[in-house]
């Protein structure tokens, strides 16, 4: 039942994360995309703030000044800002199949630099997905769209992000992580579209209003990742995070006419499959290592 509640609750995640990419591609056609980031982060910075407050919780901690914990942030500024300027450049569905590889490299990550044991079917597996990225971003061959590399730029910043996630030795709650990566990622998003010689855009009335509900849906896709990450199999569980495609694949066809082709079709796939089968085998090989 726990699996079920969890399965649920990322499924409803990775809907409100899709919609929350379709309102910013649409919002960077008329804002700077910079600028379009660093409005919502600024809302979700003050609606986080506002929360703390209700709860009791301090709004400042000495784990702030941690460097690990500046460097993460560091990393969601870069992911972030790279991210969003793919989204306004390429369609939804290939930015959104890039950043399906983010737990591959997690994986390769964590070996490498955290010294966790990865054996050779999930490296065999991680080999595979990087295969499906390069299937979908074609470098070098006819189709092959400069612009996608920023959504890779963009998956390697969160995949380090969420390797440093992985490496915190210090008590910092979720809410205290996310209020110090926007308090990040609101101003770079500015200093981004300064750097590109991009003006502020004043928003109009219909704008405001996109922008407010990007805040809204991604509190609620936050307040989902969290309720499913409470309980259950970690490993059942997160693979639903691949969700995020199919209803990128939806949103894109019904608001933006996307068609994807089979390259970026086939390497998708490839990259889901080859995501799933890496979390399925962490989650067995963990709950192998509690039980002996």
Not at 26 to 50: D, E, H, K, M
Not at 89 to 112: D, E, R
Not at 193 to 203: D, F, K, N, Y
Request: with cysteine; net charge positive.
């Amino acid at each position: 039942m726990e699996n079920l509640r969890g399965a649920a609750f990322m499924v409803l995640a990775m809907l409100c994360f899709a919609i929350e990419d379709a309102l910013i591609k649409v919002l960077a056609g008329r804002i700077p995309a910079g600028q379009v980031l660093g409005l919502i982060c600024f809302g979700g910075l003050v609606i986080f703030l506002l929360w703390s407050t209700l709860r009791g919780m301090p709004l400042w901690d000495e784990a702030y000044l941690n460097g690990r914990v500046i460097l993460r942030s560091f990393c969601e500024v870069v992911g972030s800002c790279f991210f969003v300027s793919a989204l306004a450049l390429i369609p939804l569905t290939t930015a959104s199949a890039v950043i399906q590889a983010t737990p591959l490299v997690v994986a390769m990550g964590a070996a490498l630099f955290l010294q966790q044991e990865v054996g050779w079917r999930r490296w065999l597996a991680i080999g595979v997905g990087f295969f499906g990225v390069l299937l979908i971003i074609r470098p070098g061959f006819e189709g092959f769209v400069p612009a996608t590399l920023l959504a890779v730029g963009g998956m390697l910043g969160l995949a380090a992000r969420d390797l440093l996630t992985r490496s915190l030795r210090v008590q910092i709650s979720g809410m205290q992580l996310g209020i110090h990566a926007f308090a990040f990622v609101a101003p770079a998003g500015y200093i981004v579209s300064l750097a590109q010689g991009q003006p502020i855009v004043v928003p109009s009335g219909d704008e405001w209003w996109l922008l407010g509900v990007s805040v809204v849906v991604g509190m609620f896709a936050y307040l989902a990742i969290v309720a499913a990450t409470r309980g259950g199999n970690a490993g059942i569980i997160s693979s639903f995070r691949y969700s995020r495609m199919v209803f990128a694949l939806i949103i894109g066809y019904l608001v933006f006419a996307e068609t994807p082709d089979a390259p970026t079709l086939f390497g998708a796939a490839i990259v889901i499959a080859s995501g799933v089968y890496t979390l399925w085998r962490e989650a067995r090989l963990a709950r192998a290592s509690h039980t002996s």
